[in-house]
C-alpha cells in the first residue's frame, strides 16, 4: 500500500514539473488526466488551464483511438508546437468511404506521386484537399492519412463498391463538398466512422467483381464476330457455366498472373463463385456478366480466366487446358481486355461481427446506397462499357488474336506475363 502511494506521488510529481515548464496553469481536478499512462481521461474533456486547452493536437494523433474520447464541444484545437494553422481543425477521423468510379481514361486506381498518369486517387487526393478534409502536405505522403484501399483496378477498369479506409476531417456534408471537386464519373456514395486500427485492405475478406462482354464471345471461331444479330444459345450457357464452375474452390493460379510459379504459395486462390448471368440486349447487340467472388485476385487473373474461358468455348483449346493450368506445366493463357471488368463489391464479414453490432461502431454496410450504386452503374459504367466496345470494339479485336496463341505447348518455370496484342503496363485489379 505504501509503494503504491509512493509510486503515485511520484507519477503526479513528473507530471506537474512537465505542466508548470509548459507554463500551464494548475489545477487539482487535471491531474486525473495523467494518472493513466498512454490514455486521456474522458473526464477531462472539458476541463481547461486558464491560458488555453491543455491537450495539443500531436497528442491525439499519437494515442489513435482514445484521441475519439476527447471531443472538444468548439470541435476545434488551438495551434500547438510544431503545428501549422492549416492543421488548426478537427480531430482527424478513422473512416471507410465507399466509392463508385468508371476507369475510362484513367490508369487505374492506384496514385503514383511525381507520375503523369492520372489515376482515380489523384481525382480523390485532390477533392480532398479543396473540401477541407485534409491538409495539403498529405499530397505528397499518403501514409499521413493511413490510406489504404480494397483493390487496386488495372486502366479503364471501373468500381461500383471500391472502399477506401483513411483518416480525414468530419466537416459538415462533407459528401456533398468532396463529390463538388470530383468529376461526374467519379462520386463517393458512402461515409462510415471505423476502429482506428481498421485496414480498408486487410480487413476486407473478400471481394466481388463482374465482366460485362459481348455474348459473341461464346460463339465458334467460325461465327462473325461482327454480327450483332447473334444470340447466344441455352446449351452454350450451360456450358460456359461448366467451364467457369471449375475454377470454384483452391487452385495455384500461377498460369493467370505474372512472376508466380507453380509452387508459389501466394500463387493459391480460393474462388468462391463464378457464373454467366442472362444475355441481355444493348444497342443492338447480346451482352452478358460473368461474375465472380474470391477471397482474393492477382494481377489481371480475373481477365485471364474469362480469357481461357473463351479461347475454350471458341474451339482453340481443349476443355481440359483449365484444370491443365493449375498443373505443374506453364500454360499460355490469354488476356481478356480490361474494359468489362468492374468492382461490384467488397465484404467485411469479420469485422462487421466483430463490431458492427457492438452500439459503437457502424457495420460496413452498403444497402441504404445501394439505389445510389445501382443508378451510377448505369449511367456511369455499364452505358460506357456497351458504347465503347460498340464504338472501339475491343473484344472483337482481342478475338482476333487468340489463334496466336499456342494452348498445347507445356513447359515449366514462371510466367513472363507477354500476352500477344495486349498491354502489360496497367497495375494490379486484386488486392496484393
Known amino acids: 500500500m505504501k509503494l503504491s502511494l509512493l509510486l503515485s506521488t511520484l507519477s503526479t510529481t513528473r507530471v506537474l514539473t512537465g505542466v508548470r515548464s509548459k507554463g500551464w496553469s494548475v489545477k487539482r481536478k487535471e491531474f486525473h488526466c495523467f ?80 507520375s503523369s498518369f492520372k489515376t482515380i486517387e489523384d481525382e480523390l487526393v485532390t477533392a480532398l484537399v479543396k473540401a477541407g478534409c485534409i491538409p495539403e502536405s498529405h499530397v505528397t505522403d499518403m501514409k499521413k492519412m493511413a490510406f489504404q484501399r480494397c483493390a487496386r483496378t488495372d486502366k479503364g477498369v471501373s468500381a461500383a463498391g471500391q472502399v477506401v479506409s483513411l483518416k480525414l476531417w468530419l466537416i459538415d456534408d462533407i459528401i456533398a463538398k468532396i463529390n463538388t471537386h470530383l468529376p461526374a464519373q467519379i462520386r463517393v456514395l ?5 476502429t482506428g486500427s481498421f485496414s480498408a485492405k486487410f480487413n476486407c475478406d473478400a471481394r466481388s467483381y463482374s465482366y460485362l462482354l459481348p455474348t459473341v464471345a461464346f460463339s465458334p471461331k467460325e461465327q462473325d464476330p461482327d454480327d450483332t444479330g447473334f444470340r447466344l444459345g441455352r446449351e452454350t450457357i450451360q456450358r460456359v457455366n461448366r467451364l467457369f464452375s471449375l475454377y470454384e474452390g483452391t487452385h495455384s493460379f500461377h498460369n493467370f498472373t505474372s512472376q508466380k510459379g507453380a509452387r508459389d504459395a501466394s500463387a493459391r486462390r480460393f474462388v468462391m463463385a463464378m457464373a454467366c448471368g442472362e444475355p441481355f440486349v444493348r444497342r443492338g447487340a447480346e451482352f452478358a456478366i460473368v461474375t465472380v467472388k474470391g477471397q ?38 490469354p488476356k481478356a481486355p480490361g474494359l468489362g471488368l468492374v468492382l461490384e463489391q467488397v465484404h467485411f464479414e469479420k469485422y462487421n461481427l466483430r463490431y458492427g453490432a457492438d452500439g459503437l461502431h457502424q457495420p460496413l454496410d452498403w444497402t441504404r446506397e445501394g439505389d445510389e450504386i445501382a443508378a451510377f452503374k448505369e449511367e456511369h459504367i455499364y452505358s460506357s462499357i456497351i ?44 488486392s496484393d
Not at 81 to 95: I, M, N
Not at 190 to 194: A, F, I, K, N, T
Not at 311 to 322: E, F, H, I, K, T
Not at 398 to 412: C, D, R, S, V
Request: charged residues 30%.
Open 387 to 430: 458504347r465503347t466496345e460498340r464504338e472501339e470494339r475491343s473484344m472483337q479485336g482481342w478475338m482476333a488474336t487468340l489463334p496466336m496463341h499456342n494452348f498445347e505447348a507445356a513447359g515449366t518455370g514462371v510466367q513472363e506475363g507477354g500476352d500477344a496484342g495486349q498491354d502489360d503496363s496497367e497495375e494490379a485489379s486484386g
Open 190 to 194: 458512402g461515409l462510415r466512422q471505423v
Open 35 to 114: 494518472q493513466t499512462p498512454g490514455k486521456l481521461r474522458g473526464d477531462c474533456v472539458n476541463d481547461e488551464p486558464a491560458g488555453g486547452r491543455d491537450v495539443p493536437e500531436r497528442a491525439v494523433e499519437e494515442n489513435g483511438d482514445a484521441a475519439d474520447a476527447v471531443g472538444h464541444e468548439e470541435g476545434r484545437l488551438e495551434v500547438g508546437e510544431g503545428q501549422s494553422t492549416e492543421e488548426k481543425r478537427f480531430p482527424k477521423k478513422k473512416v471507410a468511404l465507399l466509392l463508385a468510379y468508371s476507369g475510362r481514361g484513367y490508369y487505374g486506381m492506384q496514385r503514383h506521386v511525381g
Open 296 to 333: 482474393s485476385f492477382m494481377m489481371h487473373q480475373i481477365r485471364k480466366m474469362i480469357g481461357l474461358v473463351i479461347a475454350v468455348a471458341r474451339g482453340y483449346a481443349l476443355d481440359s487446358v483449365l484444370e491443365r493450368s493449375w498443373g505443374e506445366e506453364k500454360v499460355d493463357v
